[in-house]
């Protein structure tokens, strides 16, 4: 009986051969072999979608898998990590337990007119929330891809606003919900590892919000290597309805964009290009929000953060660290910077709303920074009685101005500090800070009028600085 069974078979995987060597692989076949299946040949699935029983595994032998989609359920695959198994024109779907992933397991077109949304996203789709993977993205490749809304660039009029002091306040958390949901590129699982040696860069949009790694919830994920994700503030089709005053047109294109996640690990690589923030790392302070809201541990190391139109990093969160990263070009004129066109931004959102989104156990330390509009600014970064520094600065050198405005427990530390950002926003220089310190510090220039401010309110210390020039 298992002798006729097998000629049978046979002779159907011989019906299935077309005149180019290829087979075309069918449903029948993956549930003759129950529990895995050997690829030696090219196989299409002619726009037909297997499905893979539980645990199934896919073995590759010098065959491969085109034109159709392949859905998982805990499924696996075992394959040479140099050899192409997925064409141009296959999906994938469903639940998938990878170990490592492979950028070349899948066909390359280097065309600069080549579109790789599809194969960002079949990548990232073998791996799961609950299972750990590791992805490379190996040298030599550059993946152009697009944002998948092409609508209007004027979102702020389709977004609901309240009237505050006689003036439209939108609510711009809204561009944050389902409804926006082609604004989101692409997404990273909880316990997934990349190294990325490769480029990802966006095509140039006319769209002022985006978010090319759209990250919610997610935990343990790590992004190491020596490549670069790009964002288009240098390449921005600007629209017509483009108004530098109007914040909800490109306040929001951000690169990676993480709302209440926990232990992030970014090194090495370099974000660049955002048209909003390049990487933000805060808590969620969305209406509907339940539970936990507040985004813990944060690790950023010798990362590159360059050519942010809005924020170089915004941070609203707890358990940070950052070192040895270098901030260029951040809310530069020359890409038309939005406010507060800062290298980095301390500044949990809406946190007189939602109390516990407050900044807590923040490090910045041994960091560069270089012809930025600001350096650092800060925005109500915690809450008042914390009773210890929430965001410590040590051993930095800030050649741009610093803002600072209605913050509490923040700490500066052997730093160099060319001066605080009174020529563009002099009434809000120190407004409403309490317990700050500046210790160890020199300043290129520094108003006395302000330095007796620091030294009169909020149990501010100024204590073992220089100063090379008074205004």
Not at 36 to 60: E, H, M, T
Not at 376 to 393: C, M, Q, R
Request: proline share 2%; glycine share 8%; aromatic share 14%.
């Amino acid at each position: 009986m298992e002798k006729k069974y097998t000629i049978l078979l046979l002779f159907f995987l011989i019906l299935c051969t077309n005149v180019f060597g290829t087979s075309v692989l069918t449903q029948s076949m993956i549930d003759s072999f129950p529990d895995s299946f050997v690829v030696k040949r090219d196989y299409v699935l002619n726009g037909q979608n297997i499905i893979l029983p539980k645990g199934y595994v896919l073995k590759f032998s010098g065959g491969t898998i085109d034109e159709g989609s392949m859905t998982g359920t805990k499924s696996k695959i075992i394959a040479s990590k140099d050899k192409n198994i997925f064409g141009l024109d296959i999906k994938i779907k469903g639940s998938w337990n990878v170990d490592f992933i492979y950028d070349q397991w899948f066909k390359f077109d280097t065309s600069r007119d080549f579109v790789s949304n599809t194969i960002i996203e079949n990548i990232l789709s073998l791996t799961d929330d609950n299972y750990k993977s590791h992805i490379y993205f190996g040298k030599g490749r550059i993946y152009y891809f697009n944002l998948p809304y092409n609508g209007r660039a004027d979102l702020g009029e389709v977004i609901s606003y309240n009237i505050v002091g006689g003036k439209k306040k939108r609510n711009y958390n809204e561009l944050y919900g389902k409804k926006f949901d082609n604004l989101k590129v692409f997404t990273i699982p909880s316990n997934t590892s990349i190294t990325l040696d490769a480029e990802l860069c966006l095509n140039p949009t006319k769209q002022g919000v985006y978010f090319i790694f759209w990250e919610y919830g997610k935990k343990n994920v790590l992004i190491e290597g020596s490549g670069v994700i790009r964002g288009d503030s240098q390449t921005h089709i600007f629209a017509e309805t483009f108004n530098a005053d109007s914040k909800y047109y490109g306040e929001l294109g951000n690169v990676i964009n993480c709302f209440k996640c926990s232990n992030f690990i970014i090194k090495g690589i370099t974000v660049a290009d955002a048209f909003g923030d390049c990487i933000v790392f805060q808590g969620a302070n969305l209406a509907e929000e339940k539970g936990r809201r507040w985004a813990d541990g944060l690790k950023l190391e010798n990362v590159r953060i360059l050519n942010a139109r809005r924020n170089g990093v915004t941070i609203g969160a707890r358990n940070v660290s950052i070192k040895n990263c270098y901030f260029k070009g951040c809310g530069s004129d020359v890409i038309k910077g939005t406010p507060p066109r800062s290298a980095i931004d301390f500044e949990p959102d809406d946190l007189d709303v939602y109390p516990d989104l407050y900044i807590d156990s923040v490090v910045m330390q041994n960091c560069v920074f270089e012809n930025n509009y600001i350096d650092v600014n800060s925005f109500k970064v915690t809450k008042e009685d914390l009773g210890h520094p929430a965001v410590t600065i040590r051993n930095c050198s800030f050649h741009s101005p610093i803002h600072i405005n209605t913050s509490s427990w923040m700490r500066f530390e052997n730093c160099y500090i060319e001066r605080f950002n009174t020529e563009n926003y002099k009434a809000s220089v120190f407004v409403g800070t309490n317990d700050f310190a500046f210790l160890n510090c020199t300043f290129g220039s520094l108003q006395r009028n302000l330095q007796a401010k620091v030294y009169l309110q909020g149990r501010n210390k100024f204590e073992n600085c220089k100063v090379l020039k008074y205004d």
